[in-house]
């Protein structure tokens, strides 16, 4: 349990990380980060350090061997790594902490999508298996309510949430205390609970149909997101571009993402696609993969 002095109410998750990067990394810092990962946290730390080291990915999230030595930050999406969908099992994170513990660096949590977990029972944040105060969880009510409303959270030590605190007064002062208001009675009276549990019936069962639909006409270039989320992450064929594959896809009101962003190498492979499904009728889903398959063969 956290007490008050050691959670920040924030402009959503982005403003979270904006604050941290601005108080944990300087030009020396040596910072690593998931890859590929979130695009956004990995510019925040490339504007206060050169020493962005680009950490792999494997089945169950951030691989924790000795690319984390002599790291002063890690960041991480255990919950729902992104872009690739894969959850972070408690062995690994047990392992993430040990790690950090022995290399004495901090973790950055973006639980990401951790409310949308809709087929087993969630797996413990890195953050309450801490028992060195070696990370600091980032949070944010976006996915479940609606992203305009732009309340997002930080949990840390006193001493950095002060900080943090006074930076933000800077910044923006605070959140609007009318929304923040507005949110904590929404949570206190059991409203969030109850919209999740409906949120979960509704995304587990287009999540179901996109699944089915990727493995019939696109089989073997998707993987299964182990516990939910909203998206698929797709690998195309090797010589696919996405970006060509966006507009294409877009000209038939078919939307990817396209995944080059997301990787930080100097070489990104061209043939990663986001799909997300949270916006989208059920009915539509099956006929729209066909649809995209079928762009992607037109397109060699």
Same mark, same amino acid.
């Given at each position: ?133 070696? #990370?600091? !969880?980032?949070?944010? *009510?976006? &996915?479940?309510? $609606? ?8 949990? /840390?030590? @006193? ?84 970006? #060509?594959? !966006?507009?294409?896809? *877009?000209? &038939?009101?078919? $939307? ?8 930080? /190498?100097? @070489? ?33």
């Amino acid at each position: 349990m956290a007490s008050d002095d050691e959670i920040l109410i924030t402009l959503g998750a982005q403003n979270a990380l904006f604050l941290l990067a601005s108080l944990l990394v300087d030009r020396s810092s040596k910072v690593g980060m998931e890859e590929p990962g979130y695009t956004d946290a990995r510019n925040m730390f490339r504007l206060r350090t050169d020493n962005v080291k680009l950490l792999p990915v494997d089945e169950q999230g951030l691989v924790v061997n000795a690319a984390l030595d002599d790291l002063d930050l890690v960041f991480t999406t255990p919950s729902h790594q992104f872009p690739t969908t894969v959850t972070m099992p408690l062995e690994r994170r047990l392992a993430l902490l040990k790690k950090a513990q022995e290399q004495n660096f901090l973790i950055i949590e973006d639980d990401y999508e951790f409310e949308t977990n809709y087929v087993n029972e969630p797996c413990p944040a890195l953050k309450s298996l801490d028992d060195d105060g070696r #990370v600091i !969880y980032v949070g944010s *009510l976006s &996915k479940t309510l $609606f992203p305009g409303l732009r309340l997002g959270f930080m949990v /840390g030590p @006193k001493e950095l949430i002060a900080e943090a605190r006074a930076l933000r007064r800077l910044m923006v002062r605070h959140a609007p205390n009318n929304n923040q208001r507005a949110a904590a009675l929404f949570l206190s009276l059991g409203h969030h609970d109850t919209l999740i549990r409906r949120l979960h019936k509704s995304y587990r069962a287009r999540w179901e149909i996109m699944g089915k639909a990727l493995a019939d006409h696109l089989p073997n270039a998707s993987r299964n997101p182990s516990f939910g989320g909203t998206a698929y992450w797709v690998k195309g064929p090797p010589r696919l571009d996405s970006e #060509v594959l !966006y507009k294409a896809a *877009l000209a &038939k009101s078919i $939307f990817i993402e396209p995944g080059r962003i997301t990787f930080g /190498g100097a @070489k990104p492979p061209l043939n990663f696609f986001r799909l997300a499904f949270s916006s989208i009728d059920e009915k539509k889903i099956e006929p729209g993969i066909k649809l995209l398959a079928d762009t992607i063969r037109s397109l060699g």
